[in-house]
């Protein structure tokens, strides 16, 4: 992967999110003049409140297995156009503060009549409280579309970060058990308002093994002692709640569906050094469902619960990467292992994690 070649680049999860962004992120951000990320309206304390209740209530099978962070009710309020509030209004504090009080009073009267709760929140104490945010926000707040169109046209070039994966993008993924944005390619225009033709490169994150967190489909997970010690090996915990991530083979129907929308130009397989205690190493190619072999991914989620693995197995290199910086001295069958995806995935590999830390990585010419 030449660096001076990428132009304005995204850097997207081809999964269930947690791919490890950041680090390839942290690697390539000192090639590009600006980051930025593409999603966001404000999350206030009743959408957190809203979105534990509204998983509590439901029956089980129905549970998304939100991070209950308020995500999907503040879309949801931003879809509605009615309820939602973005940060420039932080900065007209009368008409913030009467905005909150008309907000809070229709919260509370929803959520006393939906799940009877009966400790009505405060739009004031709601009110000072952001706004104490929005003295400390003050000096990183401007408007983002026109500073992204003045660093392009000065010729620097900008990273789009995606948040998620693809295949929790509320349109292409796993739905319902998804976020509630646009986590594919396809958010960087509507999120971040530049024309859809800016970005020039794709990178496109996946582990060398698959991951989820939360509730959905998920065909090669591993409830069993070799899923159980990729976890403990990859430190598979969520970043910002802690949950244990469930853990699988890498799925390759799954992330080729995930490239058909997101375009990848080059790969990025983190967590390689994960896999280097196993004598085989599995790859998922195809579903079985029913009496049917599924070689492309199942619109339909509950044909996707349903779905048997089927694996091409590979031999395993059993040793130590952690100090590989190129691509030659890396053992065969890791090198082996990795031309099976990008084979199955038909995008060339740019980038390879072998480690935690922010030098272990091995850029691919």
């Given at each position: 992967?030449?660096?001076?070649?990428?132009?304005?680049?995204?850097?997207?999860?081809?999964?269930?999110?947690?791919e490890?962004?950041?680090?390839?992120?942290?690697?390539?951000?000192?090639?590009?003049?600006?980051?930025?990320?593409?999603?966001?309206?404000?999350?206030?304390?009743?959408?957190?409140?809203?979105?534990?209740?509204?998983?509590?209530?439901?029956?089980?099978?129905?549970?998304?297995?939100?991070?209950?962070?308020?995500?999907?009710?503040?879309?949801?309020?931003?879809?509605?156009?009615?309820?939602?509030?973005?940060?420039?209004?932080?900065?007209?504090?009368?008409?913030?503060?009467?905005?909150?009080?008309?907000?809070v009073?229709?919260?509370?009267?929803?959520?006393?009549?939906?799940?009877?709760?009966?400790?009505?929140?405060?739009?004031?104490?709601?009110?000072?409280?952001?706004?104490?945010?929005?003295?400390?926000l003050?000096?990183?707040?401007?408007?983002?579309?026109?500073?992204?169109?003045?660093?392009m046209?000065?010729?620097?070039?900008?990273?789009?970060?995606?948040?998620?994966?693809?295949?929790?993008?509320?349109?292409h993924?796993?739905?319902?058990?998804?976020?509630?944005?646009?986590?594919?390619?396809?958010?960087?225009?509507?999120?971040?308002?530049?024309?859809?033709?800016?970005?020039?490169?794709?990178?496109?994150?996946?582990?060398?093994?698959?991951?989820?967190?939360?509730?959905?489909p998920?065909?090669?997970?591993?409830?069993?002692?070799?899923?159980?010690?990729?976890?403990?090996?990859?430190?598979?915990?969520?970043?910002?709640t802690?949950?244990?991530?469930?853990?699988?083979?890498?799925?390759?129907?799954?992330?080729?569906?995930a490239?058909?929308?997101?375009?990848?130009?080059?790969?990025?397989?983190?967590?390689?050094?994960?896999?280097?205690?196993?004598?085989?190493?599995?790859?998922?190619?195809?579903?079985?469902?029913?009496?049917?072999?599924?070689?492309?991914?199942?619109?339909?989620?509950?044909?996707?619960?349903?779905?048997?693995?089927?694996?091409?197995?590979?031999?395993?290199?059993?040793?130590?990467?952690?100090?590989?910086?190129?691509?030659?001295?890396?053992?065969?069958?890791?090198?082996?292992?990795?031309?099976?995806?990008?084979?199955?995935?038909?995008?060339?590999?740019?980038?390879?994690?072998?480690?935690?830390?922010?030098?272990?990585?091995?850029?691919?010419?």
């Open positions: 992967m030449r660096l001076g070649d990428l132009g304005h680049t995204c850097v997207v999860g081809l999964a269930w999110g947690d490890g962004k950041g680090k390839v992120v942290d690697v390539l951000v000192e090639h590009f003049g600006a980051v930025a990320r593409f999603c966001a309206h404000l999350v206030f304390p009743y959408h957190r409140k809203q979105d534990v209740l509204s998983e509590q209530a439901a029956l089980p099978g129905n549970k998304i297995g939100t991070t209950a962070r308020g995500i999907g009710p503040c879309y949801a309020d931003k879809v509605s156009r009615r309820w939602g509030v973005r940060v420039c209004e932080l900065y007209s504090p009368d008409r913030f503060r009467a905005r909150i009080r008309q907000i009073a229709h919260k509370n009267a929803y959520l006393k009549a939906l799940y009877d709760i009966r400790d009505p929140l405060d739009p004031d104490g709601i009110t000072e409280e952001y706004l104490k945010f929005a003295a400390q003050r000096p990183f707040v401007g408007d983002t579309v026109g500073e992204l169109h003045r660093l046209r000065s010729g620097k070039r900008v990273l789009f970060e995606g948040a998620q994966g693809s295949l929790l993008d509320v349109d993924g796993t739905y319902p058990f998804v976020t509630s944005s646009s986590a594919g390619v396809g958010g960087v225009a509507s999120g971040a308002g530049v024309p859809p033709g800016s970005v020039r490169s794709v990178v496109g994150v996946l582990k060398a093994y698959t991951t989820r967190v939360g509730a959905g998920f065909p090669t997970e591993l409830n069993d002692e070799v899923g159980e010690t990729i976890r403990h090996i990859g430190k598979e915990f969520g970043t910002t802690g949950r244990p991530r469930r853990c699988g083979w890498f799925d390759a129907v799954a992330a080729g569906y490239a058909q929308f997101s375009g990848p130009t080059h790969l990025a397989i983190m967590h390689l050094d994960t896999l280097a205690s196993f004598d085989e190493i599995k790859v998922c190619v195809a579903y079985k469902h029913g009496t049917k072999t599924l070689n492309t991914f199942p619109a339909d989620t509950y044909v996707l619960q349903e779905a048997e693995p089927v694996y091409e197995t590979l031999p395993g290199w059993k040793q130590e990467i952690g100090h590989c910086r190129r691509w030659d001295d890396l053992p065969r069958e890791a090198q082996q292992y990795l031309q099976c995806l990008s084979r199955r995935l038909e995008t060339p590999i740019g980038i390879v994690g072998v480690g935690p830390e922010r030098e272990q990585v091995i850029f691919v010419d």
